[in-house]
């Protein structure tokens, strides 16, 4: 290998240097190369590099427009439960005090009821009492009358003065009865 060096270096030309000519056609293609580099794959690199980044900021802003949506929807979905709510608490608290209201007419439906049922009843009663009581006037009279006309011997068949004994025996009757229940 010495020797291969000695050889270039006694012929004049140094290896390390290259030819004038070489480094001549090296820079024109090298320009050259660059001027097709510039003008024909820069180009088409930023194309697509402008391409892709309008597809990911387009795809960003329908991304944050959807979500802009879905959040607006979620707020009118939030509203609306809310206003359902409310509807059914103002639904509920109306049931309540119409049952309320329904309630206290059918009590007091109830009650005139029972009034006029009860009321009924006592007029019923008296009527049956005051029935009964003709009934056994008529009867304690009649016996009364008989029984008298036996006691004595004599036909008190005569109405003035049997009434006038019936009314004075009932009477004495019921003074005896009154007298009885204020002892007790």
Known sequence: ?????????????????PNGWEILVVAISFAILMYIVVKKVVPAF????????EAIEGGIAKAE?????ATAALEEYKQQLTDARTEANRIREEARSEGARILADLKDKAANESARITEQAHAQIEAERASAVASLRSEVGSLATELAGRIVGESLNDDERSARVVDRFLADLESENENAGAAK
């Open 46 to 53: 930023e194309k697509i590099y402008a391409e892709r980044t």
């Open 1 to 17: 290998m010495n020797e291969a060096m000695i050889l270039a270096a006694e012929g004049g030309t140094n290896p390390i240097i």
């Open 65 to 69: 427009e959807a979500q802009a949506e």
